[in-house]
């Protein structure tokens, strides 16, 4: 059974930063792991995603371009989700993400999911 677990989110002000963690737990062999928030009332959007084989290639929504990036650690199996210059616009529900077989930012192509961890950025 496939776990993913975050955490990292907390309240920051507008410029500041966080870093997200996600941990794979229990899945075999390469595999997609991406980020996707949803603020409330929203529909839940991808973030970021990358391949643990080829973890250079990484995939970002346009609204983080330059501000976000996404790296992962083999060692034991955790994406990274580094936000700097935070907007208040970033607020929302994180969420990781596993078992992709499709569009790297349709949530509806994923098949693991974490609970979430909550980025709140104050003006």
């Known amino acids: 059974q496939v776990q993913l677990v975050e955490s990292g989110g907390g309240s920051v002000q507008a410029g500041g930063s966080l870093r997200l963690a996600c941990v794979a737990i229990g899945y075999s062999g390469s595999h997609y792991m991406s980020w996707f928030r949803q603020a409330p009332g929203k529909q839940r959007e991808g973030v970021a995603a990358?391949?643990?084989?080829?973890?250079?290639?990484?995939w970002l929504a346009d609204s983080v371009k330059g501000r976000f990036s996404i790296s992962h650690n083999n060692a034991n199996d955790t994406a990274y989700l580094q936000m700097m210059n935070l907007k208040p616009e970033d607020t929302g529900m994180y969420y990781c993400?596993?078992?992709?077989?499709?569009?790297?930012?349709?949530?509806?192509?994923?098949?693991?999911w974490g609970h979430g961890t909550q980025v709140t950025v104050s003006s």
């Open positions: 990358l391949y643990t084989d080829d973890p250079e290639t990484t």
């Open positions: 993400a596993a078992g992709h077989d499709g569009t790297w930012n349709d949530p509806d192509d994923y098949s693991f």
